[in-house]
């Protein structure tokens, strides 16, 4: 399926086999869990927010991508020790942006990749922190040296997780 914007620029709304979104979901989710248990760094890996970003930007559809980034962060908050909807209203506000911006420019390139994961990764900690501040009445600081990193880290972690996610998508 193609969207076609202003002329003839044509953004593809990539498919994928049936399966892949709910295995790369819980694959995701279990190895996130195994990392934490295992090895102190993990926390600077964020699975869950990287297959919502792939999956949003990908498939280009607002609504999806909120559901997407929905059923993701509950399902996170229901394997951490965080309260439900923590996690949850996070990535549904990047499933929908993530998805708003993926149907209006095409973000194939690994550098348009690398900054659309930065941007979403401090974007989705700016609302864990605003949730934290105004409903838990938690105090966090918004940018630690830790976060940058991490940051980083996830975003060089996209360039090599989303061409592997690219191979699972349906050919027309």
């Given at each position: 399926m193609e969207i076609r914007i202003a002329g003839d620029q044509h953004i593809e709304v990539h498919q994928f086999y049936a399966g892949v979104l709910t295995g790369a979901v819980l694959l995701t989710l279990v190895l996130e869990a195994f990392l934490l248990v295992h090895f102190r760094w993990a926390d600077l890996i964020e699975l869950?927010?990287?297959?919502?970003?792939?999956?949003?930007?990908?498939?280009r559809n607002p609504s999806g991508g909120l559901l997407l980034g929905m059923i993701i962060g509950l399902a996170q908050d229901s394997l951490s020790h965080t309260p439900i909807g923590y996690y949850?209203?996070?990535?549904?506000l990047v499933g929908f942006f993530a998805s708003s911006i993926g149907s209006r420019i095409d973000v194939e390139h690994p550098i348009s990749r690398f900054?659309?994961?930065?941007?979403?990764?401090h974007f989705h900690n700016a609302?864990?922190?605003l949730?934290?501040?105004?409903?838990?009445?938690?105090h966090q600081p918004y940018l630690t040296t830790r976060l940058a990193v991490a940051?980083?880290?996830?975003?060089?972690?996209?360039?090599?997780?989303?061409p592997l996610l690219d191979r699972l998508r349906r050919r027309p």
């Open positions: 869950p927010l990287l297959v919502t970003i792939y999956f949003a930007l990908s498939r949850g209203i996070a990535k549904t900054m659309l994961t930065l941007l979403f990764f609302v864990l922190v949730t934290g501040r105004l409903l838990l009445a938690q940051s980083v880290v996830n975003a060089s972690l996209a360039l090599l997780l989303f």
